[in-house]
């Protein structure tokens, strides 16, 4: 009669372990620190309120954030090929905690920004840890399930995030969005202790400093154009010269990549199209879905009048459909594949983002609510199941660098995206206010002229969006309508 160890699958030094409670302790850990990529969107007015700055300035906090865990991921494949992952998701961990940790007790928007990104290094390191554990411990009959349940938490927290910032926002000080998480914090890192395994082979292989050097540029160059034009303008030298220089920079990073035998960030993965096709819709979804979640908390409070924590129960049912639909659409994967999901999912998504172009200043908010709920409906038949085919179209041994190419090109297409929106919406505004000399005639009308600017704005952004969510309903028609058990052909052989 076999002993209950001898059903337990067994990590890469052949020891058995308790895959239930390894995995339980990656999804709380998980959910601490993705739910900080959106965490302070509804504290934006009262961050820049306190700190003097405008909405250019603080979106900084959430796109340098995912900037910083899009250039992390790569660097984070080659630590998964060096470290045992235990101690790897461990380190992440801690560094998230001293991020969040400075964010506490920082006392100026500088400070707060330093400790925004350090808390992105842990996470750009252990969100691509959590990923590729979860696709290495299921068989591909099983991936679409298990990354259902990621799901929960990577597409959750990000759009629970605005909720729980409006309640602690009303209710205490912004500084109390990052004291509730270090308790959780600290607990996973005592858990992970003993509930973490090495569960992925390790190497030694030498890490090309002169590519995260080049990426680090070219991305950070990008962002700083995108993130800029609000206030300087498309047609401003420091844009255009910084876009410039992001292009050719991310052209040199490519290059070496796929010149290099051992490259930072392996791209030949994109040689394979249907992971190809997978990241890129999973990119264009994730602009959507963080662009808006920046964008809508703002215009809640500003133009309807609403306070922090409306705006976070406005968003919440779109949350909780989010939650209880994750690991339904990766069970219904398991056994119809991606391509109906996907097409489904971003007419969905195209649809809920179309219907955001009529927002006015007497837009009935029961009417948000539904249309939010629908886009989170879309994302969810989008996101989990598109990146787990896209997975099983890859060989065992690429599924970490699949995981780090395809984490990357999301991190920094929602990190761009969002900054273009935000830009967007400040630079449109600001072209339509109406000029100080009809304050002094007639301040009624500079009013109601200064709140249709900023709805122009508004809907100028959604109009962006709208853009992204219409190529990714084209693109999802390309999917191949094959089961999603098939997995690479080098596995099958």
């Not at 850990?29 to 700190?51: E, N, R, Y």
């Not at 250019?56 to 959430?62: N, R």
């Not at 090495?198 to 950070?220: A, E, M, N, R």
């Not at 409306?310 to 994967?333: E, H």
Request: glycine share 8%; hydrophobic share 55%; with cysteine.
């Amino acid at each position: 009669m076999p002993t209950q160890s001898s059903t337990l699958p067994l990590d890469a030094n052949g020891q058995p372990y308790h895959r239930t409670w390894l995995v339980l302790t990656l999804l709380v850990g998980t959910f601490s620190t993705f739910i900080t990529q959106t965490l302070l969107t509804t504290a934006f007015p009262t961050l820049m309120k306190d700190f003097h700055i405008s909405a250019t300035s603080v979106q900084w906090l959430t796109t340098g954030f995912m900037l910083i865990m899009g250039i992390m991921i790569p660097i984070s494949a080659w630590l998964l090929t060096r470290i045992n992952s235990k101690h790897l998701y461990l380190a992440a961990m801690v560094i998230f905690g001293l991020g969040t940790l400075l964010a506490y007790y920082s006392v100026s928007f500088q400070m707060l920004l330093v400790a925004r990104m350090i808390q992105a290094m842990g996470v750009g390191i252990s969100a691509p840890v959590f990923q590729t554990i979860m696709s290495s411990v299921y068989p591909p009959e099983k991936r679409g399930a298990a990354m259902g349940t990621a799901g929960i938490v990577i597409g959750l927290a990000p759009a629970i995030g605005p909720t729980l910032s409006g309640w602690i926002i009303d209710n205490y000080s912004w500084r109390a969005l990052f004291l509730f998480i270090m308790p959780i914090n600290i607990t996973v890192i005592i858990i992970s202790l003993f509930t973490l395994r090495k569960v992925l082979p390790t190497s030694k292989q030498p890490i090309d400093w002169l590519s995260v050097i080049i990426s680090t540029i070219g991305f950070g160059s990008m962002l700083y154009g995108f993130s800029t034009v609000g206030e300087a303008g498309w047609g401003s030298p420091i844009v255009i010269t910084t876009l410039i220089v992001g292009i050719i920079f991310i052209a040199l990073f490519v290059w070496r990549q796929l010149h290099m035998d051992q490259p930072l960030l392996e791209l030949r993965v994109f040689k394979i199209p249907a992971f190809t096709l997978s990241a890129i819709l999973t990119a264009l979804a994730y602009m959507s879905m963080m662009g808006v979640e920046m964008i809508l908390p703002m215009y809640i409070q500003t133009v309807l009048g609403r306070s922090a924590m409306d705006s976070g129960m406005i968003l919440l049912p779109g949350a909780i459909m989010m939650g209880i639909m994750s690991p339904i659409t990766g069970r219904i994967f398991d056994h119809m594949g991606a391509r109906r999901l996907a097409m489904t999912g971003m007419l969905l998504l195209t649809l809920g983002t179309a219907f955001f172009l009529s927002i006015s200043a007497t837009t009935p908010i029961l009417w948000i609510i539904v249309v939010y709920a629908i886009r989170m409906f879309g994302l969810t038949m989008v996101t989990m199941p598109v990146t787990t085919t896209g997975i099983n179209a890859l060989p065992f041994r690429l599924i970490a660098h699949g995981t780090a190419a395809n984490n990357t090109l999301r991190q920094v297409a929602a990190s761009m995206g969002t900054a273009v929106l935000i830009s967007v919406y400040s630079s449109v505004a600001k072209w339509n206010l109406p000029g100080h000399q009809l304050l002094a005639q007639s301040p009624l009308k500079y009013q109601q002229a200064s709140v249709n600017a900023t709805l122009t704005g508004y809907h100028m952004a959604f109009i962006v969006s709208l853009i992204f969510c219409a190529l990714g309903f084209g693109l999802s028609c390309f999917l191949k309508a094959s089961h999603a058990t098939s997995v690479s052909k080098e596995d099958a052989a």
